[in-house]
Nanobody, 115 residues
């Protein structure tokens, strides 16, 4: 059974930092690309950052220079380092693992940034 479990969310003041983790089990992690998405109340889910199996990264314009995605295949974990957080970063953050055959999602972790 495949599981993706996010952790690391919480309440932080504007300008602060958080590191989200997404631990995967039940799959060959290195065969999957990963994405971090977020969904704020009343808004559509949006892609924040992604990383391919080869380590290539892509970011939404709104987080470039502030967020960093990286992965540790030995730990079956993908991370999202979030710095200089803004109130508009408040959302539920989800990770996913995707390849040509499958697309798996975690349950989400809440990030709240106070002004």
């Amino acid at each position: 059974q495949v599981q993706l479990v996010e952790s690391g969310g919480g309440l932080v003041q504007a300008g602060g930092s958080l590191r989200l983790s997404c631990a995967a089990s039940g799959l060959i992690f290195s065969f999957y690309a990963n994405g971090w998405y977020r969904q704020a109340p009343g808004k559509q889910r949006e892609l924040v950052a992604s990383i391919t199996t080869g380590g290539s990264r892509n970011y939404a314009d709104s987080v470039k220079g502030r967020f960093t995605v990286f992965r540790d295949n030995a730990q079956n974990t993908v991370y999202l380092q979030m710095n200089s957080l803004k109130p508009e970063d408040t959302a539920v953050y989800y990770c996913n693992a995707v390849n040509w055959a499958n697309d798996y999602w975690g349950q989400g972790t809440q990030v709240t940034v106070s002004s």
